[in-house]
């Protein structure tokens, strides 16, 4: 078992920045964001592997966000940059036991969630 949560959402215009966080009750699980934008589907927008030493990021957010973790605090972030008003949703931490599930992003693979952070782009 594990608790999850986010942090770090808020309110931004087009072209800011934010950093999330994931507090994590256990650290040893392969983590990822998610994120839900109204009236849309969840979907995975990065992941990270137990150790660190890989990454996964979606393609719409590629080269815009950074994830990271810190095994030492137990914690999970999400460095977005130059965002834009699509990416307006409910982000979401998740963790699992599946060691794969961090390139896969598939959300049936991830058993532990947070509450979620809100994040808003406008322009």
């Known amino acids: 078992q594990v608790q999850v949560a986010e942090s770090g959402g808020d309110s931004v215009q087009v072209g800011g920045s934010l950093t999330l966080s994931c507090a994590a009750s256990r650290f040893t699980y392969c983590m990822a964001w998610f994120r839900q934008a109204p009236g849309k589907e969840r979907e995975g927008v990065s992941g990270?592997?137990?150790?660190?030493?890989?990454?996964y990021y979606a393609d719409s957010v590629k080269g815009g966000f950074t994830i990271s973790r810190d095994n030492a605090e137990n914690t999970l972030y999400l460095q977005m940059n130059s965002l834009k008003p699509e990416d307006t949703a409910m982000y979401y931490c998740?963790?699992?036991?599946?060691?794969?599930?961090?390139?896969?992003?598939?959300?049936?693979?991830?058993?532990?969630w947070g509450q979620g952070t809100q994040v808003t782009v406008s322009a």
């Open positions: 990270i592997s137990v150790s660190g030493g890989s990454t």
């Open positions: 998740a963790a699992t036991s599946r060691f794969w599930a961090w390139r896969t992003l598939r959300s049936a693979d991830f058993g532990y």
